[in-house]
């Protein structure tokens, strides 16, 4: 089985979760989740952005290092949250060197 890593990129409201919830065979990841509570109430926090962002790599790295497929539904229009994505497609690329 071949592990992806699949980026969906656009400005908010653009449709980028519902176009990722399209990929059943991969795992769904997006920063927003970072804000959602165990009872799936959404509790966003201006000032922990950049911790959701840490979140969504961390749990991104450690599905692909399951060999899980990924998509990843994010706006991607700052330049520190292209920064902090970086790590994640070096893991990718690591992993799909080692398969």
Same mark, same amino acid.
């Given at each position: 089985? !071949?592990?992806?890593?699949?980026?969906?990129?656009?400005?908010?409201?653009?449709g980028k979760s519902t176009l990722a $919830? !399209? *990929?059943?065979?991969?795992?769904?990841?997006?920063? +927003?989740? &970072? *804000?959602?509570?165990? =009872?799936? +109430?959404? =509790? &966003?926090?201006?000032? $922990?952005? @950049?911790?959701? =962002?840490?979140w969504c790599q961390e749990e991104t790295?450690?599905?692909?290092?399951?060999?899980e497929s990924v998509v990843i539904s994010?706006? *991607?229009?700052?330049?520190?949250?292209?920064?902090?994505?970086?790590?994640?497609?070096? !893991?990718? !690329?690591?992993?799909? @060197?080692? +398969?």
């Amino acid at each position: 089985m !071949t592990t992806t890593l699949t980026l969906i990129r656009g400005l908010p409201g653009s449709g980028k979760s519902t176009l990722a $919830k !399209t *990929f059943t065979d991969a795992t769904h990841l997006e920063a +927003d989740m &970072y *804000f959602v509570d165990k =009872h799936g +109430d959404y =509790h &966003y926090d201006a000032t $922990k952005v @950049r911790l959701a =962002h840490n979140w969504c790599q961390e749990e991104t790295q450690g599905a692909l290092l399951r060999g899980e497929s990924v998509v990843i539904s994010n706006t *991607f229009i700052r330049c520190w949250g292209n920064a902090v994505l970086r790590p994640t497609c070096e !893991t990718a !690329t690591d992993r799909a @060197r080692s +398969d």
